[in-house]
């Protein structure tokens, strides 16, 4: 696995990826997590936000963006994530709502979600440029 001193990455975001536990807060109205902090995690601003489901037995993504810059959270259900890094390292991590985490995809860095289970799953993600259907910056590569 990549390794890298947390707090420097951070601030640059010059690794090809990077997940990171999430806090999440519940009580009997319901629960609540920060999927992503602009500021404190130094997250550029300028792009969009979007959010997209994965139906169960569905497999989404499997590509990679050679400038935009991705982070995003499983909000709702649970998804297998897979990246393959631009040195080849590969990633297999599951994103759970009930124990939250936020990824980033760097470019190069190719990712996909799947959903193993019964339930429709969602995701909230948060894209560093606004998608230009001109110009997509999204290239096709399998993330295993």
Request: glycine share 10%; charged share 35%; aromatic share 10%.
């Given at each position: 696995m990549f390794e890298f001193d947390l707090?420097?990455?951070a601030k640059n975001w010059d690794v090809p990826y990077y997940i990171?536990?999430?806090v999440r807060h519940?009580?009997?109205r319901?629960?609540?997590f920060e999927a992503m902090r602009f500021t404190s995690q130094n997250i550029p601003t300028g792009g969009q936000v979007y959010v997209y489901t994965v139906e169960p037995g569905v497999r989404r993504g499997d590509h990679y963006h050679a400038k935009k810059m991705e982070w995003f959270s499983c909000v709702s259900g649970t998804v297998r994530l897979l990246m393959k890094t631009p040195q080849?390292?590969?990633v297999d991590e599951v994103l759970d709502s009930d124990a939250p985490k936020m990824v980033?995809?760097?470019p190069g860095t190719s990712h996909a979600v799947v959903n193993e289970t019964g339930i429709t799953a969602v995701v909230v993600a948060y894209a560093s440029k606004e998608?230009?259907?001109s110009n997509p910056d999204t290239i096709l590569e399998p993330a295993d």
């Open positions: 707090m420097t990455k990171e536990p999430l519940s009580d009997e319901g629960a609540l080849r390292d590969l980033y995809a760097g998608f230009d259907p």
